[in-house]
């Protein structure tokens, strides 16, 4: 029809390499995981096809289906799921995103799994859930010798194979979490799930969990009140000999986001379980799970982040309004140049992180001081910053972004989660009271870490100063628990700017983030700036279509 002419509309943004990110290549490089680069970009290019993002639509589109019994009427409680789902599950595992980094013997394994979980993470957010949870679950179950010499490998294992099978009889294996109660949420300490011992060695847990994520994973980690105190539980879907444990999922939560991963309640009654560590030590003996899935958490949003300002700078270079391309309108250039300080922020942070976990996994006391600090920290503050961020974004898309084809509405319902998950704002925040109550040696290693950059930055400089000036008034430490978090995020993403970062994204940061109060609206930064290499290094590189 001549009525109907589309003009003006943005290309869609896909065909290309997804783990062409600057941010991210550095990270490698600087820490000497070069070797993991040709894999990184096989991730990226599929990441970036039509036919994943499609794929990451129906999933998300078509979420799971509980079905309680089956049509005689047997008690079966499974979940069924989109074939898109099973799919992008196994392109996950193969690439090696959940327990795989266990068994990898190359240099930085674990910084190769976030960069390569951080560029797979923009083609849909909720089958990452079982796959962060197997990541995560592997320290913890080497509490028990027995049960990891069994089960690690499948945890470990290339191939994903779905279905209730005895474990021990599939090719690979997923793990879940079953921690939370409705009566405690966050306070593990609070939960009534009880188990006993049984004559033959194991224990019958009896109790009903809040929040189990991923119900049909084959194994799950269930904290319940042994005799001896809370402790820590493996529980297996299907029992070696066959039979079904007792694992009735009473419904699936009607959540915000994350639709295409089923989070369930789930009621035990007599359910097997094997112990893991001690009785009485179930929270120090999953205390490095915390560790991961937080760690995951920082890379999620980072990766949210990056997603988002991606979309925005590639609807502004083909979009014209006002007689110019948006991405040529000075006050849009503040607002992208703003996003994509934000998201290079997010995700140096995380890859560091990610790369201190190889040091502290190797041993290194330091780093694992260093870690336990500046996790908590910054999973506090880069998850608090997702969901301004991914509102920000889809703004920049103005109408078009507001509808569901554009996958931004998607981008910001996902964005509350990584703040709530492992822990919401105000635990995490007090999480890092702890650390520095538990191990005081915690805020020397860290204050060491972040004067690493002392005198290359006036500006940081100042804050620092400023920072340790906080520390002065422990009687209302709780009260200000957020303000000084959050300072502590902002230092160490500055120092590690300046350290490593490109020098017009560490100014960007410097004068809008260290320098001055500039408020949580984005697009505020400063004049005489350049922004240039800031938005060409957030701008998708289509020519690099493969």
């Known amino acids: 029809m001549t009525t109907h002419q589309v003009t003006n509309q943005v290309p869609p943004l896909d065909g290309y390499d997804a783990a062409d990110q600057p941010v991210i290549l550095e990270a490698l490089r600087r820490e000497g995981a070069e070797h993991a680069l040709e894999e990184l970009h096989e991730v990226g290019v599929l990441a970036g096809s039509r036919e994943m993002q499609e794929l990451g639509d129906l999933a998300e589109a078509h979420p799971p289906v509980l079905h309680t019994h089956d049509r005689y009427g047997h008690r079966i409680d499974e979940v069924a799921y989109d074939p898109s789902y099973h799919r992008l599950m196994a392109h996950a595992v193969g690439f090696g995103l959940h327990g795989a980094p266990w068994a990898d013997t190359r240099p930085m394994p674990h910084l190769v799994r976030a960069a390569k979980m951080s560029v797979w993470g923009q083609v849909d957010a909720g089958h990452g859930c079982p796959i962060s949870m197997t990541y995560a679950v592997v320290p913890a179950l080497r509490a028990a010798p027995e049960l990891a010499a069994q089960y690690e490998p499948l945890l470990c294992s290339s191939e994903y194979d779905p279905g209730l099978r005895p474990p021990l009889a599939k090719r690979g294996l997923i793990a879940g979490m079953s921690m939370t109660e409705k009566q405690g949420g966050s306070d593990v300490r609070a939960n009534t799930t009880t188990a006993r011992p049984a004559p033959d060695g194991t224990y019958r847990i009896t109790g009903h969990k809040w929040f189990t994520s991923a119900p049909m994973s084959d194994v799950f980690l269930v904290l319940a009140q042994a005799p001896g105190g809370l402790s820590c539980f493996f529980v297996p879907r299907v029992l070696p000999d066959g039979t079904r444990n007792t694992f009735a999922l009473q419904r699936l939560k009607d959540k915000l986001g994350n639709r295409s991963n089923a989070s369930s309640e789930v009621e035990y009654d007599d359910t097997v379980g094997w112990l893991v560590g001690e009785e009485g030590r179930g929270v120090p003996t999953i205390i490095e799970m915390v560790n991961l899935t937080r760690l995951d958490c920082t890379v999620g949003s980072a990766a949210a982040m990056r997603t988002g300002v991606a979309a925005a700078v590639h609807h502004a ?141 006036r500006r940081l400089d100042a804050a620092i100063t400023r920072l340790e000036g906080q520390f002065g008034d422990f009687d209302t430490m709780q009260h200000r628990a957020r303000s000084v978090v959050g300072q502590m995020a902002l230092v160490l993403q500055g120092s590690l700017l300046v350290r490593h970062g490109h020098p017009a994204v560490a100014d960007a940061f410097a004068a809008s983030r260290l320098d001055g109060d500039r408020g949580d609206v984005f697009g505020t930064l400063p004049t005489g700036l350049d922004l240039a290499p800031i938005i060409d290094r957030a701008t998708p590189k289509l020519e690099s279509r493969p």
């Open 317 to 457: 270079v083909h979009r014209r309004a006002f007689g110019a391309h948006l991405v040529d309108q000075p006050l849009m250039r503040n607002v992208l140049a703003d996003l994509a300080v934000e998201a290079e922020a997010a995700a140096t942070v995380a890859l560091w992180l990610a790369a201190l976990t190889d040091e502290a996994v190797s041993g290194d006391e330091q780093a694992g001081l260093l870690r336990r600090i500046s996790l908590a920290v910054s999973k506090y503050h880069v998850c608090k910053r997702g969901p301004i961020h991914a509102a920000e974004a889809l703004e920049c898309l103005g109408g078009n972004g507001y509808v569901e084809d554009s996958r931004m509405p998607r981008l910001y319902r996902e964005a509350p989660l990584m703040s709530i998950w492992e822990g919401s704002g105000n635990v995490a925040a007090l999480d890092t009271l702890r650390a520095l109550a538990k191990q005081p040696q915690t805020l020397e290693v860290f204050f060491t870490e972040v004067k690493r950059a002392a005198g290359a930055d």
